[in-house]
């Protein structure tokens, strides 16, 4: 299993970033693809969750209305938009995948044994 981020950067508050993941190594129609972030000093936490097969998505209260996540099944590729950025959203951003994990918990680490390595984001003017 193989997931690989990229699309990171340095940007200014209020501009956008998409963020890809890249998968390979299982069975992207039924795998939860999920994205975590985790600034410096500061637990590794929840952004953002879509479910391949039936397209449902999932959001922290922090980026609700501003971060947008989708999917290319044909490029195995999940996508994380990122608008209105904020210096709070600097973070190492990771994609993390399960075939198994049930909704409750999705927002939760420990559910998800398959990691990109990550992709730095930096929001400041």
């Known amino acids: 299993v193989q997931l690989a981020e990229s699309g990171g950067g340095l940007v200014q508050p209020g501009e956008s970033l998409t963020l890809s993941c890249e998968a390979s190594?299982?069975?992207?129609?039924?795998?939860?693809v999920t994205w975590f972030r985790q600034s410096p000093g500061k637990e590794r936490e929840f952004v953002s969750a879509i479910r391949s097969s039936s397209g449902y998505t999932y959001y922290a209260d922090s980026v609700k209305g501003r971060f947008t996540v989708s999917r290319d099944s044909a490029k195995r590729t999940v996508y994380l938009q990122m608008n209105s950025l904020k210096p709070e959203d600097t973070a190492v951003y990771y994609c993390?995948?399960?075939?198994?994990?049930?909704?409750?918990?999705?927002?939760?680490?420990?559910?998800?044994?398959?990691w990109g390595q990550g992709t730095q984001v930096t929001v400041s003017s």
């Open positions: 190594g299982f069975t992207f129609s039924r795998a939860t």
């Open positions: 993390a995948a399960s075939t198994t994990v049930i909704v409750s918990s999705i927002s939760f680490q420990w559910a998800y044994n398959n």
